[in-house]
């Protein structure tokens, strides 16, 4: 009876499968773990960036904002923005281009090394985020409310795991 458990265990159509309207098993179950955090981080991409839309952010934008609020006035590199990203993109100059366009974002030249720019936080960006402080934290809460706390730090020191790869 043990094998026919373990067969019934293979052989079911798993939650993402469903989702996704695959047919076919998944190639291992590392490949549907990928696509899985890959589908999840969709998911909660798009809820946070509802949240940001009535203000004419992308999460990009967004994620650049807050790390220039971080920064302090003595402001960030272009590169080290770069660094700091949740999601890598080649496109940080462009990034910066639309928020200084929006009064968002100023760049200044380095007064100790005039080869480098310096990126900081408007009044308006800082006045911005403070506005959407809160509601974001409640997005975030939200996202993932269907998980106990013991599973949220589980899920931490997993995906910590995973970062650590050869990726």
């Known amino acids: 009876s043990s094998i026919r458990i373990?067969?019934?265990d293979v052989t079911r159509e798993s939650a993402l499968q469903k989702e996704i309207r695959q047919k076919k098993p998944f190639q291992s179950p590392r490949q549907e773990a990928a696509l899985a955090l890959l589908r999840t981080?969709?998911?909660v991409?798009?809820?946070l960036s509802r949240h940001l839309e009535s203000e004419d952010l992308t999460f990009q934008q967004y994620n650049v904002l807050r790390i220039l609020r971080g920064a302090g006035p003595d402001g960030l590199p272009t590169l080290e923005i770069a660094a700091r990203m949740i999601e890598e993109t080649p496109g940080v100059t462009r990034l910066l281009d639309r928020l200084e366009a929006?009064?968002?974002a100023k760049?200044?030249?380095c007064p100790r090394d005039r080869r480098q720019v310096l990126c900081t936080a408007t009044p308006a960006a800082l006045a911005l985020l403070a506005k959407l402080?809160?509601?974001m934290h409640d997005a975030d809460e939200e996202a993932l409310a269907t998980l106990p706390r013991a599973d949220v730090q589980?899920?931490?020191e997993l995906l910590?795991?995973?970062r650590r790869g050869p990726i």
């Open 6 to 8: 373990y067969i019934d």
């Open 41 to 43: 981080a969709d998911r």
């Open 45 to 47: 991409r798009r809820f």
């Open 102 to 104: 929006k009064g968002l």
């Open 107 to 109: 760049r200044v030249r």
């Open 133 to 135: 402080d809160q509601p």
């Open 154 to 156: 589980r899920l931490i």
């Open 160 to 162: 910590e795991a995973a």
